[in-house]
C-alpha cells in the first residue's frame, strides 16, 4: 500500500531537512475548476516513510503548537495509483452547486475532514474518500485516523440544506472549539454537534461573526436553553446599543452561576 501527503502550500513549504525529498504528483486542481491552478494543495508520494515521516511529524506538531493553519493536511494511505488518486481527489474537491457551478470543497483540511464523519452520511462518506483506505490528518494528540466507511458509495454527493448549512458553520465550530479548550474545559466528539445546533439557534437570533461564536460558546459552557433566561433574552433582543458579546462580557462569573441555576429549574 503506498502513502501520499496532501500539503497546503500557501501555509508554508514542507522542508524535511536532511530526510529525501518526497515525489512531487501534482498540484491538486479539479477538472471542473481549472481556475484554481496556481492556489491550490499539492499531492506528494511518500516513498521513504521511515525518513520522511518523523520531518513530517515535526512540522505538523509545529503548526499545531503556534496555532498556525496546518500545511500537512493529510496522509494518505490506498491501493490506487497516483494518477487515481490524484484524479478522484481532484474531482471531490469540485462539489456540485444547485443550480449550476461548483464550490470548493476543502475536506482535505484537518479542521474540515475531522467533522465528516458526523455531517454526512456513510455513502456520502464512502463516496468522498474513494480509493483511500486509510486517512490520517495530525491533531494535539498525534495522527489521528478518520474511518473510511465500507458502505455503497453514494453516486453523486448532494448535500441537504442542513449539510450544506452546518459545512459552511465548520469554520465557526473549529473557532468556538478553539475557546472550549481554552477556557480548559473538556471536549468530546459529540461538542461539535452540540455547538453546531446552538449556531443554528443564535443564527434565528440574527446573531453573526463573534457574537454567534460567542453565544455557542456560552451555551454549551452554561446552558443549552440560556436564551430561555430573560436576562439573556433581554440582550438577544435587536436594536440594542451594544452588541451581544459587548453585553454579555459585562456579567459576571455570580452572574453565569444565576443564570445556569435559573434556566435549570426552567427546563
Not at 481527489?89 to 475531522?114: K, M, Q, T
Not at 455503497?152 to 465548520?170: G, K, N, V
Not at 460567542?214 to 436576562?231: E, I, S, W
Request: proline share 7%; net charge negative.
Amino acid at each position: 500500500m503506498d502513502q501520499y501527503l496532501i500539503v497546503e502550500p500557501d501555509n508554508g513549504r514542507v522542508d524535511l531537512g536532511t530526510a529525501p525529498r518526497m515525489y512531487e504528483v501534482g498540484e491538486i486542481v479539479p477538472a471542473a475548476m481549472p481556475e484554481l491552478k496556481g492556489v491550490m494543495p499539492m499531492l506528494y508520494a511518500v516513498e521513504h516513510p521511515e525518513q520522511q515521516l518523523p520531518a513530517i511529524e515535526a512540522i505538523a506538531a509545529r503548526d499545531l503548537q503556534e496555532g498556525l493553519a496546518p500545511r500537512v493536511c493529510a496522509l494518505i494511505e490506498t491501493d490506487a495509483s497516483a494518477e487515481t488518486l490524484m484524479r478522484h481527489v481532484s474531482d471531490a474537491i469540485a462539489l456540485p452547486r444547485e443550480p449550476d457551478g461548483h464550490s470548493v470543497f476543502r475536506y482535505y483540511d484537518p479542521r474540515v475532514v475531522r467533522h465528516l464523519g458526523w455531517v454526512l452520511r456513510p455513502e456520502q462518506l464512502s463516496l468522498v474518500f474513494g480509493p483511500v483506505q486509510r486517512w490520517r490528518y495530525f491533531s494535539g494528540s498525534g495522527w489521528q485516523t478518520v474511518e473510511c466507511p465500507i458502505a455503497a458509495p453514494a453516486e453523486r454527493l448532494s448535500p441537504s440544506a442542513d449539510q450544506w448549512a452546518t459545512l459552511r458553520r465548520l469554520h465557526l465550530i473549529e473557532q468556538a472549539l478553539k475557546s472550549i479548550r481554552d477556557a480548559g474545559e473538556p471536549v468530546d466528539d459529540w461538542t461539535p454537534r452540540r455547538l453546531d445546533a446552538l449556531f443554528t439557534k443564535g443564527a434565528r437570533y440574527r446573531l453573526e461573526g463573534e457574537d454567534l461564536v460567542v453565544f455557542a460558546v456560552q451555551g454549551l459552557l452554561v446552558a443549552p436553553n440560556l436564551d430561555r433566561h430573560p436576562k439573556v433574552a433581554a440582550a438577544l433582543q435587536s436594536g440594542q446599543t451594544s452588541s451581544y458579546s459587548e453585553i454579555t462580557a459585562q456579567w459576571t462569573d455570580e452572574n453565569w452561576v444565576q443564570i445556569a441555576h435559573e434556566v435549570a429549574l426552567d427546563a
